[in-house]
């Protein structure tokens, strides 16, 4: 398949106000001939069957199950060599492969440099597999397309990264000059820095009519090429601002103003579930775990039953509020949507992993975009796991493998093998619901929510 093929919208004239990113299959069995994108996402090549949604014939033997990772924002695209037997090239040009001689666990025990793709690269995949890369802009990131090289584009790729870092460490200097200037309302008293992660910073503060304090998270868009994309990421927001629940952190406000992006949400005094942990010197019991995981499947049967999808569980996005009547401490999930908001509007790195790889089955990384809500549903066993084993998560992540091929290829750890004492009702459940691989065995919050409620009565 030799022949040059247009991607359709490319033919279209005057096409101005988009950024389209094509790849066309040149060589190769390939499920089908042009693959089309207008919004973020990153993708596995290979022969795997799970891979989508370019899946590679399982006749084309010499590329491997899982070659290589293509992150995508238009007009930004870039790939990755993952440790491929037979190498992944850029206009002939070897980006990675494993070296002679060397088993599959040394090769992935080296970096692999994330490579950026330009406006007429082919890619080749061993010597079976070919793609054209063609990219529209938009007339906003319209910008002269010029032959680069191997090292130039190594050398602009590092160049971005170290930019996003200064200006994270500007941003940390003005969070709270920035939260009084976004709520300038006299609605919201902006107190203290209360934390901070990839996204952005935490202040707590307080609605000054109510009394009620609120926790005012500040996020900088490491990439928000125009206005289109900050309406993306608000109309994200407004969407999973519906969600009322008593086991979900409820958003109050949001505030998009000059690339910075405030949301104002319900404040937790316990902090995060990994907080919450510390500050009590101690990890729950496993009936009290059973129970917080009860109480935010609660939650989340909620969130998709509204076709909400949270994308990025974890044990920093449980949190937990004292119910002073109760004198207990009820989980909360936080972040609702947000991962989605930040992927729909570009807000994150071309090169970046939507979710967090330690409570991230398999689906999620080989086709993040379309992430059905049973991701959720290993995640919160995912973190079931975390509490019962104090710390440890499913899979093991050795120094020195690629983290992203150890989602890929390795099984998870049996519970018992952590706490042989553990209640056998209990380990047969966990077990299961982290199955991934060829699917997950457990779809659906509503299933894991009642097994363990019959679990949770005999522990």
């Not at 930004?76 to 206009?91: A, E, M, P």
């Not at 940390?172 to 939260?179: I, M, W, Y």
């Not at 609605?207 to 993306?232: Q, T």
């Not at 949270?310 to 004198?327: A, T, V, Y």
Request: net charge neutral; charged share 25%.
């Amino acid at each position: 398949m030799s022949e040059k093929i247009d991607c359709k919208l490319m033919k279209i004239k005057n096409v101005t106000d988009q950024n389209i990113v094509c790849l066309i299959i040149e060589q190769g069995k390939v499920n089908q001939r042009v693959f089309e994108f207008t919004e973020r996402t990153h993708f596995t090549l290979g022969r795997d069957n799970r891979c989508s949604p370019i899946h590679i014939d399982g006749k084309e033997s010499s590329v491997s199950q899982n070659h290589c990772e293509i992150h995508i924002n238009p007009p930004r695209i870039t790939i990755r060599d993952i440790g491929s037997l037979n190498g992944t090239k850029i206009n002939g040009e070897l980006i990675g492969k494993r070296g002679s001689g060397e088993t599959r666990e040394q090769s992935q025990a080296r970096h692999y440099s994330e490579y950026q793709l330009h406006d007429g690269d082919i890619i080749e995949l061993a010597s079976a597999v070919r793609l054209r890369v063609q990219i529209q802009k938009s007339r906003d990131a319209q910008s002269t397309i010029k032959t680069i090289s191997l090292e130039e584009r190594n050398t602009i790729t590092s160049q971005q990264s170290e930019a996003e870092e200064q200006v994270s460490t500007l941003f940390s200097e003005q969070a709270r000059n920035r939260a009084l200037l976004l709520l300038s309302t006299n609605e919201y008293e902006v107190g203290d820095l209360i934390g901070s992660g990839e996204m952005g910073f935490v202040l707590k503060g307080n609605h000054i009519e109510s009394g009620i304090p609120v926790a005012i998270k500040l996020i900088l868009p490491r990439i928000l090429d125009n206005n289109k994309a900050e309406k993306r990421f608000h109309r994200e927001i407004q969407i999973h601002d519906r969600l009322r629940h008593l086991n979900i952190v409820a958003t109050r406000k949001f505030i998009a103003d000059n690339g910075y992006l405030c949301i104002v949400m319900d404040y937790c005094n316990g902090g995060s579930l990994e907080k919450w942990i510390n500050n009590r010197k101690a990890w729950p019991t496993p009936k009290r775990a059973v129970g917080i995981i009860l109480a935010a499947l609660q939650g989340l049967e909620f969130a998709h039953e509204n076709q909400v999808v949270h994308r990025d569980l974890k044990p920093g996005n449980i949190l937990m509020q004292f119910d002073s009547q109760k004198e207990i401490h009820l989980p909360k999930i936080a972040d609702f949507g947000l991962a989605k908001a930040l992927d729909e509007a570009g807000m994150t790195t071309t090169g970046s992993v939507g979710g967090t790889l330690g409570f991230m089955p398999r689906q999620q990384l080989i086709d993040f975009k379309h992430a059905d809500p049973e991701v959720d549903v290993w995640a919160m066993a995912a973190i079931l796991y975390w509490l019962l084993t104090h710390g440890q998560t499913p899979r093991s992540f050795p120094k020195g493998k690629h983290p992203v091929r150890v989602v890929l290829e390795d099984s998870v750890k049996p519970i018992e093998d952590y706490i042989p004492s553990i209640a056998e009702d209990l380990v047969t459940l966990i077990n299961q619901a982290l199955i991934d691989k060829p699917h997950i065995r457990i779809r659906t919050a509503k299933e894991l929510r009642l097994r363990l409620e019959e679990v949770y009565l005999n522990l």
